[in-house]
């Protein structure tokens, strides 16, 4: 079956230029052909051809695109529309007599409704991405039905001449990034779900095998999983794997954990105080001591007294399975979102922390009852929407060594993002932010990968001079490497940022050899990283080196036979107060590098030029 005309509307809260140029990619993939443009609500009214329906979807802010649209579009294509999409917000299909309404009554893949009007008719299906984020925001104490309600909540407006307060709020909201357990665990520079979802349907293929080297809270696996495709994570920390191995196979195990979260709520309310082997760390003890005394406040108490009920009641119910992973992963969010840190200067040692007014019990018994909502979604999705996931897996491996990643054949879509450049991130001081975290869970920190980065480098022979962006980077590093350099000041340290920086870049070099192994011969890396780090000072307020992030992973990538094919730059929001000055109005941009097998070697005369995005930019 062929539809005469489809129109994509594109969600409403693609507002960054770079998401719209992605969406546009995406969809227009999936159609499996260029479309047509609407660039306001008057046009998307002339192509519907019907007023009442073209008043209804939210629509971006703006004037460029709101829409796209194609003639004769046929089925497959709008069900891979409706079905995979991470940007469509609902499809209209106009036609013209009531009779061709019902022909797609039993082959559209996506909740729809019929809307009828003098001048003929429409259907309006909603895409999954869409009703998947909304369920999201859905809020209230509901644990079943939760999609259906949805549902008809989106469809509402297309129904009622007035829409309800809550399909209004539904519709319009902005936020809707943490859907499904993408929000189980607190997590710093967590991957976009839209972003993951939709570079996976521009390079995926049915039967395509994705892997996460570097998976840390699991984003890639879930994303992977709705859409189909068996996944594999791999990462050196603990609190990482536990947190992807509970994106989904807890909930295909519903029974098991209902039981678990009810075994956890009493243990909370039956703490019998008995002996632990928790211990609280000394330097945030110190910390919150000095926070409260400073600002008259009473957190210590609070937050000792109940994180060491929570180490107690995790200790007691731990054994081993996904039910204790899930328990563990609740215990560490919460202690994780109580106290937040920011890091301060260029690796000095130096933080502070900002502490959370609700309680750490209040907020795992929060994610206790999302956790039971979340396993009626999952199994709606499956039983009454015919969702098929994919098979998660998560190994404990270094991303260095393709070895340990746990695969039994090669890799189709290698999506992931590595480690922070040691020099400007401030990494170095992940054991600190998360020792309360490991304390509770009753792990000994700081002892693998990268918790701790710095001191005397491992690794030898790595020639630097080679690589002329990772030359340029390391000459600045070692240009304030003297005893003379202020560390709480200008702070480039030997030590702390010239040696991990060093070290970090023959690490990447041994990451993309690992991948040159594993990577099947069209399969392709899609690596996400900084578009570029600025180095300034903060004693001049001047911008003093700028490193340009394809560049520099371009060049290690290449020299292990991994060629870069596009990079496609993604805008990202930041609040004028996390900006470092100088430089606190500069917009802030991450890079998608798209790179395949090659036979380019480093030392040819001239790098392969990146072809920049040239679907994304026409």
């Not at 490193?547 to 990202?572: C, F, H, N, T, W």
Request: with cysteine; hydrophobic share 40%.
């Amino acid at each position: 079956m062929t539809q005469p005309m489809a129109i994509a509307i594109i969600r409403h809260n693609t507002s960054l230029g770079g998401d719209l140029r992605l969406a546009i990619r995406e969809i227009e993939a999936l159609a499996g052909r260029p479309a047509t443009r609407l660039s306001s609500r008057g046009e998307l009214r002339d192509a519907v051809g019907n007023d009442p329906i073209a008043r209804v979807p939210e629509l971006r802010p703006g004037d460029d695109i709101v829409a796209l649209t194609w003639m004769e579009l046929d089925l497959q294509a709008l069900n891979r529309l409706l079905r995979r999409s991470a940007f469509l917000q609902e499809l209209i299909l106009p036609v013209g007599r009531f009779e061709e309404l019902r022909a797609h009554e039993e082959e559209l893949v996506a909740p729809f409704e019929q809307v009828r009007s003098l001048d003929g008719g429409a259907i309006v299906a909603l895409a999954w991405g869409y009703i998947i984020e909304s369920e999201g925001v859905l809020g209230g104490e509901r644990l079943e039905r939760r999609v259906q309600k949805t549902v008809s909540l989106l469809l509402e407006p297309y129904i009622s001449p007035k829409a309800s307060p809550n399909s209004r709020r539904l519709r319009k909201a902005k936020k809707t990034t943490l859907s499904l357990s993408h929000d189980l665990h607190i997590y710093k520079a967590k991957f976009f779900p839209r972003m993951v979802r939709a570079f996976l349907n521009i390079y995926g293929w049915k039967g395509a095998r994705i892997v996460d080297p570097f998976c840390g809270s699991g984003t890639a696996l879930l994303e992977a999983s709705l859409l189909g495709y068996d996944s594999v994570g791999v990462d050196v920390d603990p609190i990482c794997q536990m947190i992807t191995r509970t994106k989904v196979n807890p909930f295909l195990e519903r029974e098991v954990t209902l039981e678990a979260m009810d075994r956890f709520e009493a243990a909370l309310d039956e703490d019998d105080k008995t002996p632990s082997n928790f211990s609280f760390p000394d330097e945030l003890f110190r910390k919150i001591e000095r926070r409260d005394k400073k600002n008259e406040t009473s957190f210590l108490s609070e937050i000792t007294t109940e994180a060491a009920q929570l180490a107690r009641v995790v200790e007691k119910l731990s054994t081993d399975g996904l039910d204790t992973d899930l328990l563990r992963v609740i215990a560490s969010d919460a202690v994780t979102k109580k106290i937040r840190y920011r890091f301060i200067g260029v690796g000095n040692g130096k933080y502070t922390i900002e502490i959370l007014k609700q309680p750490i019990l209040d907020r795992v018994r929060e994610k206790i009852h999302r956790v039971r909502q979340l396993c009626s979604v999952f199994g709606e999705l499956q039983d009454d929407f015919g969702l098929t996931l994919g098979r998660t897996e998560v190994h404990s491996g270094d991303a260095r060594d393709a070895s340990s990643w746990g695969l039994n054949s090669s890799a189709d879509i290698i999506i992931t993002s590595p480690p922070y450049l040691p020099a400007s991130s401030g990494r170095e001081h992940y054991s600190a932010s998360r020792a309360l975290a490991f304390s509770v869970l009753g792990i000994e920190h700081g002892c693998a990968g990268y918790y701790n980065v710095g001191g005397t480098p491992s690794h030898s022979g790595f020639d630097v001079s080679a690589f002329p962006e990772a030359d340029a980077l390391m000459a600045y590093l070692m240009s304030d490497a003297s005893d003379a350099a202020d560390p709480q000041r200008d702070a480039m340290r030997f030590e702390r940022k010239a040696m991990p920086t060093l070290e970090y870049l023959e690490d990447m070099q041994s990451f993309f050899e690992a991948t040159n192994a594993v990577m099947s011969p069209s399969g392709h890396l899609l690596l996400v990283v900084a578009n570029q780090h600025t180095f300034y000072s903060h004693r001049r307020q001047v911008i003093e080196h700028v490193v340009s992030g394809p560049d520099l992973y371009g060049e290690l990538a290449q020299s292990k036979g991994i060629v870069r094919e596009d990079v496609v730059k993604m805008e990202l929001l930041k609040s004028a107060v996390s900006k470092a000055r100088p430089r606190a109005t500069e917009d802030y941009f991450e890079a998608v590098i798209v790179s395949k097998k090659g036979s380019l070697h480093h030392d040819e005369k001239k790098m392969k030029e990146p072809e920049i995005a040239n679907a994304v930019a026409q």
